[in-house]
């Protein structure tokens, strides 16, 4: 079974899959399969995967061909489901088993089908397994945080090339999410206002880093972008979960979605990118935790990141967390906006 370890010194906790990793001739980059023979994701394969948690299908009995979007346990899981949360310690060493959750959401039946290509609908549908299964979890005390995330391209880490997102739902809420709800919580306290409407509205107002907009969602270029062409999605009305979309707002998502994955294929040449759904963590209080997070609906607010994998993360990057960005963020949001690529 997994474990989290937290570093004492940088107070970051990382999951040790000892049984993910297997040997040092395993890490060798495995030959990408382009073609559908044999992918275990497809309509038909149903048998290749573990029983489906979730599905969108027309009538059909679960795993068997018929559906539209379909949800599975990851076969090698980051983290189990089964377990109590239980945390120890040895001197400086904190540990917890590694309980959580990890699901693949298959995005369309079709080899082929990617997110960029498809009708609005099938976007639809996935956003809706993206919430139905975040809602689900978060039933459960255990799961602290739930992260959605979409690789796509080897470079991005994907290992199938079948349209696929995956779901972690992890024991503990990470840094780099707990240090966002603390800087949205601290601008709250201040001043009583969401910083995030507060950003919204100053980049509406001078739209040199503004992409797109529509009735209901904007897709920024960040102010202080760590990577070329990245881009944040924020709905325009406040809202600190992403489950609480009514279904104008979905459709209106699937088509910011459609028009910058559009945008990166022929202004970018298909680059590969990982994608990030920025929601609230699991409010459920647990024990212990009475006020967890308790201004959270009025100062957090969720956003989508999307990150074209353009420049290497390296050294420099590694050991500073400083990031060396070579096309500024209102150029890059003049090129997406744009068809001059
Ligand atoms: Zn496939
Ligand atoms: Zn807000």
Not at 319 to 327: A, D, K, L, Q, R
Request: charged residues 25%; contains cysteine.
């Amino acid at each position: 079974m997994s474990e989290l370890r937290k570093d004492p010194i940088v107070d970051r906790w990382v999951i040790i899959a000892a049984e993910r990793g297997q040997r040092p001739s395993d890490f060798k980059p495995a030959p990408q399969p382009t073609s559908p023979v044999g992918c275990p994701l497809c309509e038909g394969n149903e048998d290749k995967t573990p029983p489906e948690v979730f599905a969108i299908r027309d009538g059909t009995p679960p795993n068997t061909p018929g559906w539209r979007v379909r949800v599975v346990p990851n076969k090698f899981p980051a983290l189990a489901i089964e377990g109590e949360v239980m945390r120890s310690g040895i001197g400086l060493f904190d540990h917890m088993n590694g309980v959580g959750a990890h699901e693949v959401i298959i995005e369309a039946p079709d080899h082929n089908a990617d997110i960029a290509d498809v009708p609005l609908e099938q976007i639809v549908d996935i956003l809706t397994a993206f919430e139905q299964r975040t809602c689900d979890l978060r039933r459960d005390k255990r799961f602290r945080h739930i992260m959605i995330f979409r690789n796509y391209g080897a470079a991005a880490g994907a290992s199938l090339t079948h349209p696929h997102s995956q779901l972690i739902a992890l024991p503990i809420v990470p840094k780099i999410v707990r240090d966002k709800l603390q800087s949205a919580r601290n601008h709250y306290r201040q001043k009583e206002r969401c910083i995030f409407c507060d950003l919204i509205e100053q980049e509406l107002a001078l739209p040199d880093r503004l992409i797109y907009q529509n009735d209901q969602f904007i897709i920024l270029s960040p102010y202080a972008a760590r990577f070329p062409f990245s881009v944040t999605i924020y709905p325009l009305q406040h809202s600190y979960d992403f489950t609480l979309m009514s279904d104008e707002q979905c459709l209106l998502l699937a088509d910011a979605l459609h028009f910058i994955l559009t945008k990166y294929k022929t202004v970018l040449g298909d680059p590969a990118y990982n994608m990030m759904v920025q929601t609230s963590p699991n409010i459920l209080p647990r024990p212990g935790h009475a006020d967890y997070w308790s201004s959270i609906k009025y100062d957090y607010h969720w956003h989508i990141e999307i990150m074209p994998r353009l420049t290497k993360v390296a050294g420099f990057e590694w050991g500073t967390g400083f990031y060396i960005n070579p096309v500024s963020p209102e150029d890059a949001a003049e090129y997406l906006r744009n068809d001059n690529g």
